[in-house]
């Protein structure tokens, strides 16, 4: 616990030295763009009151989490198909490659042509840019485990569930969840960027929305919470990663010490 507290001590530090630069950077700014940090903190509070809470943040965290474990699930599932068979990888790894170069928001308005303009769309969007990073370095992930452990499992007769689910998904955890990290930070950004596309309520719709009705303090109050809950987010993550990958730091923290 108390490593943990130590590890968020220093995570704060250069984000508090980033703020206070802000504030006095800011302080004596007169533009209707930019205003002082104290001006958009002290808006902070009362733009996401109770009201703003449920009808944009909670509706964006619940597509965000909606469209990232689908994406996890689809990706980690695939993913361990294509990594396990060879041929299937050499057949499907051009196309994977062409479709991962697609930029995601690009692909927005013909999601919107297929999807509408509702939550499915928004969910679609989310999931189509958070798969890639995960599925593949599941494929990698799978192709980096040990042959040598994979024949003596089979001389074994291991089942092949028990050889997945014992052998070669712990081996591939560290990549996949290199992955999951990855398409975290992807997810937060086309979370925003689906909800200013023909949205009525989100994160990504209330940027918007204060920017046009020139409510600029509003605007960066928004800005400035996606970034703590990006930070949020985050902490988490690598809260989960550090339980589920006790024994691969352990492992990496011998090998240093010896």
């Known amino acids: 616990m108390r490593r943990i507290l130590v590890n968020v001590m220093w995570a704060l530090t250069l984000p508090a030295l980033l703020i206070a630069a802000w504030w006095l950077v800011s ?30 943040v909670v509706p ?7 469209g990232y474990l689908l994406a996890a699930v689809a990706g980690i599932g695939l993913g ?8 299937l990888r050499a057949t499907l790894e051009p196309v994977l490659e062409f479709l991962r170069a697609l930029p995601p928001p690009v692909l927005v308005p013909i999601i919107m042509l297929f999807a509408g303009i509702g939550d499915t769309m ?5 999931a189509s840019g958070c798969l890639w990073p995960v599925l593949l370095n599941t494929v990698e992930g799978v192709r980096a485990v040990d042959q040598v452990m994979i024949e003596t499992a089979r001389s074994y007769r291991l089942p092949a569930p028990a050889r997945l689910r014992h052998l070669v998904l712990p081996a591939a955890s560290p990549q996949i969840f290199a992955g999951l990290r990855q398409a975290l930070s992807i997810g937060i950004i086309l979370m925003v960027i689906s909800e200013m596309f023909a949205a009525s309520n989100g994160l990504g719709f209330a940027i918007v929305d204060f920017q046009r009705s020139f409510a600029i303090p509003e605007m960066w109050s928004g800005i400035l919470l996606l970034g703590l809950l990006g930070f949020v987010l985050s902490m988490l993550f690598q809260l989960v990663e550090r339980r589920a990958l006790a024994w691969y730091h ?7 010490a010896s």
Do not use: C, E, M, N
Not at 122 to 126: E, F, G, H, S, Y
Not at 250 to 256: D, F, M, N, T, V
């Open 27 to 56: 302080d004596d700014s007169t533009s209707i763009y930019s205003p002082p940090l104290r001006t958009i903190l002290r808006t902070f509070g009362p733009t996401w009151d109770g009201d703003r809470l449920t009808h944009d």
């Open 60 to 66: 964006s965290l619940l597509r965000l989490t909606a």
């Open 80 to 87: 361990l198909l294509v990594g396990l068979h060879a041929q």
């Open 122 to 126: 928004k969910l679609i969007v989310i």
């Open 250 to 256: 352990g492992l990496r923290a011998s090998r240093r």
